[in-house]
């Protein structure tokens, strides 16, 4: 009797601990949360202060000290991820979720590190991807964000868990961004471009000039991996200052048209007769993207990705015969979807004359202006320019895609498709801007847009307001002896003139600059639309009404 007494008192320490775990990662408000999430802070502020204390050649000792701190960081979070998986309802659930995937992420690159075979590079590679445990800070901006929207629901200002959240958000693409752009960049020693990334400190300040968009210029990645580090980071820091702005814009209308709870609860009364009409409409699944569609995006891809690295000498010289013959298979397919398109459709002018049919018209009109190439050579490079409009194909489709959810009832929650649209904008923004500058420029004397990727590093540079001013054009500069003035290593220094120089190319870098313009003020739409509806439950105008 008293051994089965025993068994029940262990069995009912156990479910309570159990319950005690489970509050300290589900529960917001109750006392083990709390502790959990400053823990939780503390062991990522420390994980960082390790990993920047490392970059910058620390002595013996200091060397040690941090050895011994990542090691009891992994204890801990592999402690954090076994509980997470012990009071999680659906274990396999959590650990393929997005938040399981990132607490794994937290310890993995460190135990990975101590497999036999892992050599100097791996071990290398896996001390970067420690940074990824900033993502656990995510996990804290949510909790901030649940909060933020029961103050917002109830009319209450809620500007400093907003605040806070962004923070939380600036400081992980902060930390993330400069971190990953050391790792890429500390190896460039070349002398004509060495590195000033040699610390993550000195990337954090190379992060923030990026962020803000402001480009001084001072600190420009230079290898291929470092600017597609810096394009995320551009493009974070847009997404970054959006949230702001609605941050701020929300804080205003609750001020301004704040309601109190008693409004709140009469509001919520009122709407519970349409709940579960909107609850069906929101969980109307979309229609799938029809396979032929699907087909033709992909097409189109591969077509303007072979236009962009046809450009590149290395890579052209390799196979010549590959990028002819395939730009004529390109052009049958779409030939063939443009003949279909008017056959089928109901109003076969008004086809021709809409969007859709101007580009499929132009996805393949500069090829067989090409082929019969009466105006002669120079047209004929304008007309092959202007294939890379193949990737307006990309628009037509999400378009189309987002207008038949709406046709089916699928209106709410439409944050993923509005966000691919913006991303499909995106890239067929700075494709073309990149290749009109590269074909604008290409034969200035000393021009840095040597290749269709480089002009779409300019692009994105460009387009987001960032300006490095690293795109110029080059030329030895002649002393008055008519001979070239010599550095102190010799060698000729150059002139540098800003590019673009050419009429072309400065009116194509224009019309890249208020496309930025406009597609930041897409985004600020699409992230301020998401935070509405989300925080107050409706759109701007409802609130306001």
Same mark, same amino acid.
């Given at each position: 009797?008293?051994?089965?007494?025993?068994?029940?008192?262990?069995?009912?320490?156990?479910?309570?601990? $159990?319950?005690?775990?489970?509050?300290?990662?589900?529960?917001?408000?109750?006392?083990?949360?709390?502790?959990?999430?400053? =823990?939780?802070?503390? =062991?990522?502020?420390? +994980?960082?202060?390790? #990993?920047?204390?490392?970059?910058m050649q620390p002595d013996a000792a200091t060397q040690l000290t941090i050895?011994?701190?990542?090691?009891?960081?992994?204890?801990?979070?592999?402690?954090?991820?076994?509980?997470?998986?012990?009071? /999680?309802?659906?274990?396999?659930?959590?650990?393929?979720?997005?938040?399981?995937?990132?607490?794994?992420?937290?310890?993995?690159?460190a135990l990975l590190a101590f497999l036999p075979n892992a050599g100097l590079r791996v071990v290398r590679t896996l001390r970067v991807l420690r940074v990824l445990r900033m993502l656990k800070l995510m996990k804290l901006a949510a909790d901030q964000a649940r909060a933020s929207a029961n103050l917002a629901s109830r009319g209450k200002p809620s500007l400093f868990n907003d605040a806070l959240i962004y923070f939380m958000a600036l400081f992980t693409v902060l930390t993330i961004s400069a971190t990953l752009a050391y790792f890429a960049e500390v190896d460039e020693t070349a002398e004509a471009t060495a590195t000033t990334f040699n610390s993550i400190p000195q990337a954090m300040w190379w992060s923030i000039v990026t962020i803000t968009t402001t480009g001084y210029g001072d600190m420009v990645p230079s290898t291929? #991996?470092?600017?597609?580090?810096?394009?995320?980071? =551009?493009?974070?820091?847009?997404?970054?200052?959006?949230?702001?702005?609605?941050?701020?814009? $929300?804080?205003?209308?609750?001020?301004?048209?704040?309601?109190?709870?008693?409004?709140?609860?009469?509001?919520?009364? !009122?709407?519970?007769? &349409?709940?579960?009409?909107?609850?069906?409409?929101?969980?109307?699944?979309?229609?799938?993207? @029809?396979?032929? &569609?699907?087909?033709i995006a992909v097409a189109a891809v591969i077509s303007v990705v072979m236009l962009v690295i046809?450009?590149?000498?290395?890579?052209?010289?390799?196979?010549?015969?590959?990028?002819?013959?395939?730009?004529?298979?390109?052009?049958?397919?779409?030939?063939?979807?443009?003949? %279909?398109?008017? !056959?089928?459709?109901?109003?076969?002018?008004? %086809?021709?004359?809409?969007?859709?049919?101007?580009?499929?018209? #132009?996805?393949?009109?500069?090829?067989?202006?090409?082929?019969? &190439?009466?105006?002669?050579?120079?047209?004929?490079?304008?007309? $092959?320019?202007?294939?890379?409009?193949?990737?307006l194909k990309l628009i037509k489709i999400a378009l189309a895609h987002r207008a038949s959810r709406v046709e089916t009832g699928v209106k709410k929650n439409s944050f993923v498709v509005d966000l691919q649209i913006y991303a499909i904008a995106v890239t067929c923004a700075v494709t073309i801007s990149g290749t009109l500058g590269y074909y604008s420029e290409k034969d200035v004397p000393g021009s840095a847009?040597? +290749?269709? @990727?480089?002009?779409?590093?300019?692009?994105?540079?460009?387009?987001?307001?960032?300006? %490095?001013?690293? =795109? *110029?054009?080059? /030329?030895?500069?002649?002393?008055?002896?008519?001979?070239? *003035?010599?550095? &102190?290593?010799?060698?000729?220094?150059?002139? !540098?003139?800003?590019?673009? *120089?050419t009429v072309g190319g400065r009116i194509t870098a224009g019309l890249t600059m208020f496309a930025?313009?406009?597609?930041?003020?897409?985004?600020? !739409?699409?992230?301020?639309?998401?935070?509405?509806n989300s925080l107050f439950g409706g759109d701007a105008e409802r609130l306001s009404a």
């Open positions: 009797m008293a051994r089965s007494s025993g068994t029940l008192a262990s069995n009912a320490n156990a479910h309570g601990f $159990r319950d005690l775990v489970w509050q300290a990662f589900h529960q917001p408000g109750s006392p083990a949360f709390a502790f959990t999430s400053r =823990m939780t802070f503390l =062991m990522i502020s420390l +994980s960082i202060g390790a #990993l920047v204390a490392e970059s050895n011994v701190v990542e090691s009891t960081l992994v204890l801990v979070f592999s402690a954090e991820y076994l509980l997470h998986l012990w009071v /999680a309802e659906n274990r396999l659930k959590y650990a393929t979720s997005f938040w399981g995937i990132v607490d794994l992420l937290a310890i993995l690159p291929l #991996l470092g600017r597609l580090i810096a394009v995320g980071t =551009m493009f974070s820091g847009l997404a970054l200052f959006g949230i702001l702005t609605s941050v701020i814009g $929300r804080a205003v209308l609750t001020t301004l048209f704040g309601r109190e709870p008693e409004d709140a609860v009469a509001e919520t009364e !009122a709407d519970e007769s &349409d709940t579960a009409s909107a609850a069906t409409v929101s969980r109307v699944a979309a229609p799938p993207v @029809p396979l032929r &569609d699907l087909a046809e450009t590149v000498p290395e890579i052209y010289e390799s196979a010549p015969s590959f990028f002819y013959y395939g730009e004529f298979v390109f052009v049958g397919i779409f030939t063939i979807e443009y003949l %279909y398109n008017i !056959a089928t459709a109901p109003s076969k002018r008004e %086809y021709l004359l809409s969007f859709g049919g101007l580009v499929d018209l #132009l996805s393949i009109l500069p090829s067989y202006m090409g082929l019969i &190439d009466v105006t002669g050579l120079k047209a004929l490079r304008a007309l $092959r320019v202007l294939r890379v409009l193949r990737v847009f040597t +290749s269709i @990727p480089a002009g779409m590093w300019w692009g994105v540079v460009t387009m987001t307001t960032t300006g %490095y001013g690293d =795109m *110029v054009a080059k /030329a030895p500069i002649i002393g008055d002896d008519g001979s070239p *003035v010599l550095g &102190d290593h010799g060698e000729p220094k150059m002139s !540098a003139d800003v590019q673009p *120089v930025g313009l406009a597609l930041f003020g897409v985004l600020s !739409a699409v992230i301020g639309s998401a935070l509405m």
